[in-house]
């Protein structure tokens, strides 16, 4: 049974940072690219970090400069360094496969970037 489990959420002032794990487990993680998604209320969920398998990493536009993405085939972990941390950064981040979702959704961890 595959499992993607995200933690590190949290409340943080504007300029902060922040470390997100997720710890996967079911699958042959080493083989698979992987990404942090996120969404905000009232909108699509969008990939904002992608590790592929194969090598590069790609960041969308908002995020480049402030956050890192890493993973640790090891552990079946992907993590995600946020620097800089906006409020348009507020959202609920979640992990899975990239280029495209092949498992169910985590729960998510929630981030909120507020003063």
């Known amino acids: 049974q595959v499992q993607l489990v995200e933690s590190g959420g949290g409340l943080v002032q504007p300029g902060g940072s922040l470390r997100l794990s997720c710890a996967a487990s079911?699958?042959?993680?080493?083989?698979?690219?992987m990404g942090w998604y996120r969404q905000s209320p009232g909108k699509q969920r969008e990939l904002v970090a992608a590790?592929?398998?194969?090598?590069?990493?790609n960041y969308t536009n908002s995020v480049k400069g402030r956050f890192t993405i890493s993973r640790d085939n090891v552990k079946k972990t992907v993590y995600l360094h946020m620097n800089s941390l906006k409020p348009e950064d507020t959202a609920v981040y979640y992990c899975?496969?990239?280029?495209?979702?092949?498992?169910?959704w985590g729960q998510g961890t929630q981030v909120t970037v507020s003063s």
């Open positions: 899975n496969t990239v280029p495209r979702p092949l498992w169910d």
């Open positions: 079911g699958f042959i993680f080493s083989i698979y690219g």
């Open positions: 590790i592929p398998y194969g090598g590069g990493i």
